[in-house]
Nanobody, 125 residues
Framework: QVQLVESGGGLVQPVGSLRLSCTAS????????GAWYRQTPGKERDLVAQ???????KYVDSVKGHCTISRDNAKNTAYLQMNSLKPEDTAVYYC???????????????????WGQGTQVTVSS
């Protein structure tokens, strides 16, 4: 069974830094594109950054210049490095990846959407 396990959230002071990690576990054949989203109470989950299987990246305007998305394919892990954090960055952060489970298990070559469990990031003095 494929799972995404997140880590790295916590409480940080303004202008501090955090690195979130998201590791895929289980038995799978391939990982395609990935992304990080964030959500605050009462609001929808919003995209923060995207990364393709080839490493191309995109960011929403509000995080450009102080967040970096990356991936280590050998470790099946995606990262979100956040610097110069602001109180408005406070949210639950979710990782997302398109993963193909082993075709021997599913019977098809198909990517499915997987989400991490979410990790709280709180920026406060």
């Amino acid at each position: 069974q494929v799972q995404l396990v997140e880590s790295g959230g916590g409480l940080v002071q303004p202008v501090g830094s955090l690195r979130l990690s998201c590791t895929a576990s289980g038995t799978f054949f391939n990982i395609n594109d990935g992304a990080w989203y964030r959500q605050t109470p009462g609001k929808e989950r919003d995209l923060v950054a995207q990364i393709t299987s080839g490493g191309s990246t995109k960011y929403v305007d509000s995080v450009k210049g102080h967040c970096t998305i990356s991936r280590d394919n050998a470790k099946n892990t995606a990262y979100l490095q956040m610097n110069s954090l602001k109180p408005e960055d406070t949210a639950v952060y979710y990782c997302y990846q398109e993963i193909m489970p082993c075709p021997e298990t599913t019977g098809v070559y198909k990517f499915y959407d997987y989400w991490g469990q979410g990790t709280q990031v709180t920026v406060s003095s």
